[in-house]
């Protein structure tokens, strides 16, 4: 494949990438670096235009580039000096966005970056922390309650096996709480030989229909 075609890939690719040129000082440590390449998946996701990126400094398109977090200009110009390749996901002040980007120097004072926008997976990740959060909280003030309760409370989760059985369980049945929860068949064992049935049926119910339901049978 000629260089036309190779570039053409490259520019419609829906992953963001871009072609820099580091730039030291005097004292050969980097301090900034220019845009030479960049195609339209980078710059959607930057907001940053060709027009008006290429052949300029990151220093005059961001001058707070500095005051971010992540040093770019040391980590990149790392990789100049001792090649390889790195990967990392940060956050960007500058733009408010989550990115996933992955750098590799394919010769000296060059490097290239693929750039992909992970904002809305790591939005999803927040979400799903959160709700755990929620969920844990739930079950701790479920536990605090549950604990000063007269009747006997147990916690089940989807596979039958005990989360929670509340201390009621000892002046009930004679059983500690440890007792019930390391053996599975306990609970089952003390009721009644004539009322399994009923415990069976309650059990078969609840597992498929979300909701109470009560049901009566001797220990």
Request: proline share 2%; net charge negative.
């Amino acid at each position: 494949m000629n260089d036309n075609l190779y570039k053409s890939i490259i520019k419609e690719s829906p992953t963001g990438c871009a072609v820099y040129r580091i730039i030291y000082n005097k004292k050969d440590v980097p301090y900034d670096y220019e845009f030479i390449e960049i195609n339209s998946a980078f710059e959607r996701f930057t907001g940053l235009k060709g027009i008006d990126s290429i052949g300029k400094r990151i220093s005059e398109i961001s001058p707070r580039i500095c005051d971010t977090k992540i040093d770019w200009i040391e980590i990149f110009g790392d990789i100049t000096i001792n090649g390889g390749s790195k990967e990392i996901e940060g956050f960007s002040e500058l733009l408010q966005r989550w990115y996933r980007i992955k750098f590799y120097s394919p010769e000296q004072y060059c490097f290239v970056t693929y750039i992909i926008d992970v904002s809305h997976e790591m939005g999803q990740l927040t979400e799903r922390d959160n709700l755990q959060g929620i969920v844990e909280e739930t079950e701790f003030k479920f536990k605090i309650i549950a604990d000063y309760a007269y009747d006997w409370l147990i916690w089940e989760d989807g596979e039958g096996k005990f989360k929670y059985v509340s201390p009621s369980c000892e002046r009930i049945s004679g059983y500690t709480v440890d007792e019930f929860v390391e053996d599975e068949t306990l609970f089952a064992s003390i009721i009644i030989e004539q009322d399994k049935a009923i415990w069976l049926n309650h059990r078969h119910k609840t597992g498929f229909n979300i909701g109470v339901h009560s049901e009566q049978f001797r220990i």
